[in-house]
């Protein structure tokens, strides 16, 4: 499903609202404490904005290939998907971080249905707990990752 239009953020500032662990200027954002510099939904410093994590960030639905539904913008799903990044046995994995304590219902079925569909495995997170949705070799190897105190993507 490609789009002819490219997608921009708008209003949407999940990914700076304190639902990735990132750092931005010595400044921690984690759940519960927002980038200081996102301010009314806007970034304060956007033209100053630093190299990593910001410019570097790839959101899965701003992606040009996106194949996620208009309704599925973070903000509105409650949900963040990573662009895929990383393959497991030569099959794409997506990753999905929650806005809140959870994807919406609607989002995460939608998403899982689709992964079925086009042989994509899926990792995605409800409160601090990681899930695995694919073959269950994957969805193993995933929670022996996390046994391990690894992230499910591997570093």
Known sequence: ?????????????????GWLQIEVRGHKVRKGQPCPFSIAHRCSIYPERPQHPCR???????????????????DQSSMIMLAANFFWRGLP???????????????????TRFCAEN????????????????????QTDIASRLARGETPWGD
């Open 1 to 17: 499903m490609s789009r002819d239009v490219t997608r921009t953020c708008g209003s949407c500032t999940a990914c700076c609202d």
């Open 56 to 74: 570097e960030f790839v959101c899965g639905w701003l992606v040009a290939s996106s194949p996620l539904p208009d309704w599925m913008r973070p």
């Open 119 to 138: 042989r994509r495995l899926l990792v995605y997170q409800i409160g601090d707990e990681w899930f695995a949705f694919g073959p269950p070799m994957f």
């Open 93 to 111: 994995v997506d990753v999905v971080v929650p806005v809140g304590e959870q994807p919406k219902k609607k989002a995460l079925d939608w998403l």
